[in-house]
């Protein structure tokens, strides 16, 4: 069994990757879970080359079967849980007046509903680890939308205030367990996923993913008796999304 273990979610590229990395050279053993076969294999050959300790599932994560599953490869291979980082999670514009049902669900069911479950299906994991040195560490990936609601990203927004909420009740809920959660709250990230806007937002302007890594490694640093149930990352002039 290995000293310490994480799972972190939308870990092909960007942020997620990111993260990964870290918390592997760090010395976690790392459940790598992803979407896209094709990207998760190609971060995991290349975690693996630097003789890191990871594993892959493939997994959609807005299917429950799929938590499900990759929760339990993580437990059968590594035996604990220190760390949980629901970071997967995706946007689609579109005006009130087109709002199309399935594409709705599609982010509540990524960005929002994924992350309760993973809560249930890891939270053994996460006491033991919190009774064994009072720093088990959930990170929700949230947004600066989940703090100021977005034209024409309602849903998203939505999807990211849900996701600030639900971290508040669940320091409420877990603290006195040793388990503590902070919501990220990013605004644009260089990242694939903000590709769309790099005309406008040149990437040297956006938070990079060496900040995300940064807060998350301040995080792993703290004493069992702070938490910090939230983090907000903005440009030096305010504004801009995830």
Same mark, same amino acid.
């Given at each position: 069994?290995?000293?310490?273990?994480?799972?972190?979610?939308?870990a092909?590229?960007?942020?997620?990757?990111?993260?990964?990395?870290? /918390?592997? !050279?760090?010395?976690?053993?790392?459940? *790598?879970?992803? #979407?896209?076969?094709?990207?998760?294999?190609? =971060?995991?050959? $290349?975690?693996?080359?630097?003789?890191?300790?990871?594993?892959r599932?493939?997994?959609?994560?807005?299917?429950?079967?799929?938590?499900?599953?990759?929760?339990?490869?993580?437990?059968?291979?590594?035996?604990?849980?220190?760390?949980?980082?629901n970071?997967?999670?995706?946007?689609?514009?579109?005006?009130?007046?087109?709002?199309?049902?399935?594409?709705m669900?599609?982010q /509540?069911? !990524?960005?929002?509903?994924?992350?309760? *479950?993973?809560? #249930?299906?890891?939270?053994?994991?996460?006491? =033991?680890?919190? $009774?064994?040195?009072?720093?088990a560490?959930?990170?929700?990936?949230?947004?600066?939308?989940?703090?100021?609601?977005?034209?024409?990203?309602?849903?998203?927004?939505?999807?990211?205030?849900?996701?600030?909420?639900?971290?508040?009740?669940?320091?409420?809920?877990?603290?006195?367990?040793?388990?503590?959660?902070?919501?990220?709250?990013?605004?644009?990230?260089?990242?694939?996923?903000?590709?769309?806007?790099?005309?406008?937002?040149?990437?040297?302007?956006?938070?990079?993913?060496?900040?995300?890594?940064a807060?998350?490694?301040?995080l792993?640093?703290?004493?069992?008796?702070?938490?910090?149930?939230?983090?907000?990352?903005?440009?030096?002039?305010?504004?801009?999304?995830?």
């Amino acid at each position: 069994m290995t000293d310490r273990a994480a799972i972190v979610t939308g870990a092909s590229s960007g942020i997620g990757l990111a993260v990964a990395r870290m /918390l592997a !050279t760090e010395g976690h053993a790392v459940t *790598l879970v992803a #979407r896209r076969r094709e990207k998760l294999e190609a =971060a995991y050959e $290349a975690l693996r080359a630097d003789g890191l300790a990871v594993q892959r599932v493939a997994a959609d994560v807005g299917d429950e079967d799929d938590v499900v599953r990759a929760v339990s490869a993580h437990r059968d291979a590594y035996g604990r849980l220190d760390v949980l980082v629901n970071n997967a999670g995706l946007g689609i514009a579109a005006p009130i007046g087109e709002l199309n049902t399935k594409r709705m669900d599609i982010q /509540l069911n !990524t960005n929002l509903r994924s992350i309760p *479950l993973f809560y #249930r299906e890891s939270v053994a994991m996460l006491t =033991a680890a919190g $009774a064994e040195h009072g720093n088990a560490l959930v990170v929700n990936t949230a947004s600066i939308a989940g703090k100021q609601g977005q034209a024409w990203l309602s849903i998203y927004s939505a999807t990211k205030f849900g996701i600030v909420g639900f971290t508040e009740a669940m320091n409420k809920e877990l603290g006195g367990l040793g388990i503590k959660s902070t919501a990220l709250c990013p605004a644009w990230v260089d990242t694939p996923m903000t590709d769309f806007v790099k005309r406008r937002v040149p990437p040297e302007a956006m938070i990079q993913t060496s900040d995300i890594v940064a807060s998350v490694r301040m995080l792993l640093s703290l004493s069992p008796g702070c938490v910090v149930p939230e983090i907000v990352f903005q440009a030096p002039t305010g504004g801009a999304l995830t």
